[in-house]
């Protein structure tokens, strides 16, 4: 039998409950419902204030870096955060600080 990990919001850094069903998108980083919530309300400020277009790739990729540093595993410089860093998963100091 598999011991299930417990998942962590890359966000918030709380834990998200087993029984708690993620988006698929969300799922991948992981991001707790309540902050995936928070970021489908910000990616509608990202589209209309960069004035993106979703039928353009560039646009689309644009919008994903966006959410990545929103999720926290992306810093806005474009660096990949490392989680497996326990420094890095202190909420209340900026990586590498």
């Not at 890359?10 to 698929?24: A, F, G, V």
């Not at 707790?32 to 689309?60: I, Q, T």
Request: some cysteine; glycine content about 4%.
């Amino acid at each position: 039998m598999l011991e299930s990990m417990s998942r962590a919001c890359t966000k918030c850094k709380n834990s998200i409950p087993d029984t708690e069903q993620l988006d698929m998108v969300a799922e991948k980083y992981p991001v707790c419902n309540k902050c995936w919530a928070e970021w489908k309300e910000y990616r509608v400020m990202v589209m209309n204030e960069m004035r993106l277009d979703m039928s353009m790739p560039d646009h689309r990729k644009l919008l994903k870096k966006h959410e990545k540093i929103f999720a926290g595993v992306l810093t806005p410089e474009g660096e990949i955060v490392d989680y497996t860093n326990e420094d890095n998963r202190k909420p209340d100091k900026p990586p590498g600080a």
